[in-house]
């Protein structure tokens, strides 16, 4: 599966869009980009995901590059319950690698008041 | 729905002593997954369960074995737990392989 990098940490003011950059430059055409977070000591949550378009849900919207090397997650109002550690993902859909998912040291993303 | 449940959630284990992490989902999910997670890091694949009666090594196996139950049930077991066992261990389930995971809320585990 492709590597992803991303900022360790970031910070945003409560009520704005946080914009969380990854870069995935070695993405093969079938693997997706997904994106979990962990909110303190719980266990990770699915926020969303997207192999080539621009996707949205009731969360947040992920921006995929049109040469797919790098993607940012949108959260559009952030409040401080979205305080936690965002991964990116890159996944891949064939062989051994297939459906598990490598977590990085994802970023760090502080709400403040 | 409860989602993902996992038991116990906190444990502590002498050197030597062996116990089992159990998991249940009732989404009806195919797959089945055992991470660790230790301080600072980001989540390692133990072992997963891509369909009931299959089980597969993931990136951290050793010290590990796993049992698929049912479709419902996935358990870790350690067998001669290590102060390196000190983690915490979450489970996940998924829709099949290919789809997005769910994740319970963690055992946290100490070895001493």
């Known amino acids: 599966d492709a590597k992803t990098t991303q900022p360790p940490s970031m910070d945003c003011a409560e009520g704005r869009a946080a914009n969380l950059p990854c870069n995935h430059s070695?993405?093969?055409?079938?693997?997706?980009v997904y994106w979990y977070r962990q909110i303190h000591s719980q266990g990770p949550q699915y926020i969303i995901h997207g192999l080539k378009n621009n996707e949205t849900n009731e969360m947040a919207s992920l921006i995929i590059t049109e040469d797919r090397k790098s993607s940012t997650l949108i959260l559009p109002h952030a409040t401080l319950r979205d305080t936690a550690v965002y991964y990116c993902?890159?996944?891949?859909?064939?062989?051994?690698?297939?459906?598990?998912?490598?977590f990085g040291q994802g970023t760090i993303l502080t709400v403040h008041p | 729905n409860a989602g993902v449940t996992q038991t116990p959630k906190f444990q502590v284990l002498k050197t030597g002593q062996s116990m089992t992490l159990q998991c249940a989902q009732d989404m009806n999910h195919n797959s089945m997954y055992w991470y660790r997670q230790d301080p600072g890091m980001g989540l390692r694949l133990i072992y997963y369960?891509?369909?009931?009666?299959?089980?597969d090594k993931g990136e951290v196996p050793n010290g590990y074995n796993v049992s698929r139950l049912n479709k419902r049930e996935f358990s870790l077991r350690l067998e001669s737990a290590a102060p390196s066992q000190t983690s915490v261990y979450f489970c996940?389930?998924?829709?099949?392989?290919?789809?997005?995971?769910?994740f319970g809320p963690g055992t946290r585990l100490t070895v001493t």
């Open positions: 369960s891509a369909s009931e009666g299959t089980t």
């Open positions: 070695t993405i093969s055409g079938n693997e997706y």
């Open positions: 996940a389930s998924s829709a099949d392989r290919g789809y997005e995971q769910y």
């Open positions: 993902i890159v996944r891949g859909t064939g062989g051994t690698s297939y459906g598990k998912l490598t």
